[in-house]
């Protein structure tokens, strides 16, 4: 991505071309892939026009982005992948967008995902399921598999997604690129569709680790439209790449060494250790003993928080609306009924379930202690280590289908991911080797909330010292 806003900026390559070139790898590709819902041609190339003539100027401009289509634009559709936004065009455009935008980027088009956010496989989406660049029998991840997908087929310079629970370190892993998720509050959630709004985030795929910090410099910073944006102030992170590393620590958890997972996964995480000792940073085993409670925490938190932001979508606001209720209760359940899938319509129940009276003590109040818990956990762990090193996820991509009908297995795929998002830190997948027969497997980092500047120094070692990220599918 930097190398081609350099080219265009130095006027070695043109905008219009750079935008026709991923037009006629999306035309090409995505009718296999799936990775995009809609393609925004012509503003595209009118936009890069605009770059060519310097009008259009910033740190981004003339960069192809593809956003995941869970960001309100004022053009085009915002559908969350569902059904029950399926014709919805939103008055606004998310802060998170309009800053890539003022930076002078364009954006191609919106990227197919796991309806409104809740999957981890991308095949709970409404326009069908999304295939993996590196095998198209295997899932991209989830829920923003479709951002991960063409960032990996190269249909875009860089990608956007969400993350509530592991949706942009999930699928960057299963398809070979860096998946960022920042520290909750780092961007502004303005105009991002809630799923469970105390654990979404916003965050990049992208080729390498400066194109991510990039984009994060880019997108982060105090928004007024979002009381739970930080108003902390934004480093430079571009330049702290540079930086020297000195006396790093890499806290390993003996929790994330399961024999449970994937010998790919653990030998990819065992080489990342070496990888780190071998620039000099010492190793150390720290302690997070709630960990095996962040699946049930999140998937209560989440659940509950989502059977409230859910609940406007009743047919009469906005959105699907039933034909010929016979009352006004016929209208929500036939309206709801219709729009929202399997997936969707388990969650809502269930975080209903843990908000109801008799329950609430029970279920939701306990999660939320226990979410305290994890949080506790990292602060002391990061007490001792600079940077947490752990495998992403548990095994490699799966097939499509293979999980389908069992979601407690779907659900353990995030195992790895969940309790940052419950801790409120940041952290980023990384590209770390490959299975026997060619399918990537990442390894993640994780940080001090609000350290996203050194996570992503530290990063950037493992990836000069590997080269991983320089892989990509053949896509013929």
Same mark, same amino acid.
């Given at each position: 991505?930097?190398?081609?806003?350099?080219?265009?900026?130095?006027?070695?390559?043109?905008?219009?071309?750079?935008?026709?070139?991923?037009?006629?790898?999306?035309?090409?590709?995505?009718?296999?892939?799936?990775?995009?819902?809609?393609?925004?041609?012509?503003?595209?190339?009118?936009?890069?026009?605009?770059?060519?003539?310097?009008?259009?100027?910033?740190?981004?401009?003339?960069?192809?982005?593809?956003?995941?289509?869970?960001?309100?634009?004022?053009?085009?559709?915002?559908?969350?992948?569902?059904?029950?936004?399926?014709?919805?065009?939103?008055?606004?455009?998310?802060?998170?967008?309009?800053?890539?935008?003022?930076?002078?980027?364009?954006?191609?088009?919106?990227?197919?995902?796991?309806?409104?956010?809740?999957?981890?496989?991308?095949?709970?989406?409404?326009?069908?399921?999304?295939?993996?660049?590196?095998?198209?029998?295997?899932?991209?991840?989830?829920?923003?598999?479709?951002?991960?997908?063409?960032?990996?087929?190269?249909?875009?310079?860089?990608?956007?997604?969400?993350?509530?629970?592991?949706?942009?370190?999930?699928?960057?892993?299963?398809?070979?690129?860096?998946?960022?998720?920042?520290?909750?509050?780092?961007?502004?959630?303005?105009?991002?569709?809630?799923?469970?709004?105390?654990?979404?985030?916003?965050?990049?795929?992208?080729?390498?680790?400066?194109?991510?910090?990039?984009?994060?410099?880019?997108?982060?910073?105090?928004?007024?439209?979002?009381?739970?944006?930080?108003?902390?102030?934004?480093?430079?992170?571009?330049?702290?790449?540079?930086?020297?590393?000195?006396?790093?620590?890499?806290?390993?958890?003996?929790?994330?060494?399961?024999?449970?997972?994937?010998?790919?996964?653990?030998?990819?995480?065992?080489?990342?250790?070496?990888?780190?000792? $071998?620039?000099? /940073?010492? =190793?150390?085993? @720290?302690? &997070? !003993?709630?960990?095996?409670?962040?699946?049930?925490?999140?998937?209560? +938190?989440?659940?509950?928080?989502?059977?409230?932001?859910?609940?406007?979508?009743?047919?009469?606001?906005?959105?699907?609306?039933?034909?010929?209720?016979?009352?006004?209760?016929?209208?929500?359940?036939?309206?709801?009924?219709?729009?929202?899938?399997?997936?969707?319509?388990?969650?809502?129940?269930?975080?209903?379930?843990?908000?109801?009276?008799?329950?609430?003590?029970?279920?939701?109040?306990?999660?939320?202690?226990?979410?305290?818990?994890?949080?506790?956990?990292?602060?002391?762990?990061?007490?001792?280590?600079?940077?947490?090193?752990?495998?992403?996820?548990?095994?490699?991509?799966?097939?499509?289908?293979?999980?389908?009908?069992?979601?407690?297995?779907?659900?353990?795929?995030?195992?790895?991911?969940?309790? $940052?998002?419950? /801790?409120? =830190?940041?952290? @980023?997948? &990384? !590209?770390?080797?490959?299975?026997?027969?060619?399918?990537?497997?990442? +390894?993640?980092?994780?940080?001090?909330?609000?350290?996203?500047?050194?996570?992503?120094?530290?990063?950037?070692?493992?990836?000069?010292?590997?080269?991983?990220?320089?892989?990509?599918?053949?896509?013929?």
């Amino acid at each position: 991505m930097t190398e081609l806003r350099d080219a265009i900026a130095s006027r070695q390559a043109s905008a219009t071309d750079g935008v026709r070139t991923y037009l006629d790898r999306i035309e090409a590709q995505n009718d296999t892939i799936n990775a995009y819902h809609e393609v925004y041609a012509d503003r595209s190339l009118e936009r890069a026009k605009r770059v060519d003539d310097g009008q259009l100027t910033g740190p981004l401009a003339g960069v192809p982005i593809a956003i995941k289509d869970v960001l309100c634009t004022d053009w085009g559709k915002t559908t969350c992948g569902s059904r029950m936004l399926g014709e919805y065009r939103s008055p606004f455009t998310a802060t998170a967008v309009a800053r890539l935008e003022s930076a002078g980027a364009i954006i191609l088009g919106k990227t197919n995902m796991d309806e409104f956010a809740m999957g981890s496989s991308c095949e709970h989406g409404a326009w069908g399921a999304v295939r993996n660049p590196w095998s198209h029998d295997h899932v991209p991840g989830g829920s923003s598999g479709g951002s991960a997908a063409a960032m990996s087929a190269d249909l875009c310079a860089a990608a956007i997604g969400s993350d509530t629970g592991g949706s942009i370190r999930q699928p960057a892993a299963f398809c070979g690129v860096v998946g960022l998720k920042p520290s909750y509050g780092r961007i502004s959630r303005w105009g991002l569709v809630a799923y469970a709004s105390s654990l979404d985030q916003i965050g990049p795929f992208t080729r390498d680790v400066a194109d991510a910090a990039l984009l994060l410099q880019v997108m982060a910073g105090r928004d007024e439209r979002d009381s739970t944006c930080a108003s902390a102030d934004v480093p430079d992170y571009v330049a702290a790449l540079d930086e020297p590393v000195n006396d790093l620590r890499i806290g390993v958890a003996k929790q994330y060494l399961s024999d449970s997972n994937d010998p790919a996964v653990a030998k990819a995480v065992d080489g990342a250790i070496e990888a780190y000792r $071998a620039a000099g /940073a010492s =190793i150390v085993e @720290v302690d &997070l !003993p709630h960990t095996e409670y962040g699946v049930p925490t999140y998937y209560l +938190v989440a659940t509950a928080e989502a059977s409230s932001n859910l609940a406007r979508y009743d047919g009469v606001h906005y959105g699907h609306r039933a034909a010929d209720p016979d009352d006004l209760i016929d209208l929500y359940s036939k309206s709801r009924a219709e729009g929202f899938g399997d997936e969707v319509k388990r969650r809502i129940m269930l975080g209903t379930y843990a908000l109801s009276t008799g329950y609430y003590d029970a279920y939701y109040l306990k999660a939320l202690k226990v979410r305290r818990l994890i949080r506790r956990d990292f602060d002391e762990a990061f007490k001792q280590c600079d940077v947490i090193l752990c495998p992403t996820t548990p095994t490699p991509a799966f097939r499509i289908g293979e999980k389908s009908d069992d979601p407690l297995t779907m659900y353990m795929a995030d195992v790895y991911t969940v309790n $940052a998002n419950l /801790a409120g =830190i940041p952290g @980023v997948s &990384l !590209p770390g080797g490959f299975t026997d027969t060619g399918l990537p497997v990442g +390894v993640q980092l994780l940080g001090p909330v609000f350290e996203e500047a050194k996570l992503l120094r530290i990063a950037r070692v493992f990836e000069r010292a590997t080269g991983y990220h320089q892989q990509k599918p053949n896509r013929d």
